[in-house]
């Protein structure tokens, strides 16, 4: 089964609303390479297409040079040894050791009474619907 296009345009009005004073732009606004500023956004300050986003992090490359470096330098063996060292010490009363070893192996804690509380707030709002539903005089209308 083939199904019509939209009689709306990409924003949801209709097509014959929008009108292409520089192809690929709404009526009003004008190209990037064509704004007096040198802004790549339309006037209505959205991005125009070719727009390239911006630099991005200019860390990035720096920090995945140093990730790779790390990576390559710690073998499986330096893991386990780690591993087995921040366990000796929560074994031996060391709180932060514990605290990682759980919160790595188990998941960081939920709120313990998160259900409980998501309950008694249903509760609430049904019973406030339910009031509302009651207050209801067909005859004031």
């Given at each position: 089964?083939?199904?019509?296009?939209?009689?709306?345009?990409?924003?949801?009005?209709?097509?014959?609303?929008?009108?292409?004073?520089?192809?690929?732009?709404?009526?009003?606004?004008?190209?990037?390479?064509?704004?007096?500023?040198?802004?790549?956004?339309?006037?209505?300050?959205?991005?125009?297409?070719?727009?390239s986003g911006g630099p991005g992090n200019p860390s990035a490359r720096a920090v995945g040079q140093l990730r790779a470096a790390l990576l390559a330098s710690?073998?499986?063996?330096?893991?386990?040894?780690?591993?087995?060292?921040?366990?000796?010490?929560?074994?031996?009363?060391?709180?932060?050791?514990?605290?990682?070893?759980?919160?790595?192996?188990?998941?960081?804690?939920?709120?313990?009474?998160?259900?409980?509380?998501?309950?008694?707030l249903e509760q609430a709002h049904a019973s406030r619907a339910m009031e509302q539903h009651?207050?209801?005089?067909?005859?004031?209308?």
């Amino acid at each position: 089964m083939r199904l019509s296009p939209s009689p709306n345009g990409p924003n949801g009005q209709p097509q014959d609303h929008i009108q292409s004073s520089v192809e690929g732009y709404p009526a009003g606004e004008q190209s990037p390479s064509t704004r007096a500023n040198g802004s790549t956004r339309t006037l209505g300050g959205r991005f125009a297409p070719g727009n390239s986003g911006g630099p991005g992090n200019p860390s990035a490359r720096a920090v995945g040079q140093l990730r790779a470096a790390l990576l390559a330098s710690v073998t499986e063996e330096d893991i386990r040894q780690i591993v087995a060292a921040l366990v000796l010490k929560a074994k031996a009363g060391d709180i932060a050791a514990a605290k990682e070893v759980l919160d790595r192996t188990l998941g960081k804690p939920v709120e313990a009474d998160l259900i409980e509380r998501l309950q008694l707030l249903e509760q609430a709002h049904a019973s406030r619907a339910m009031e509302q539903h009651n207050a209801f005089d067909p005859t004031l209308i």
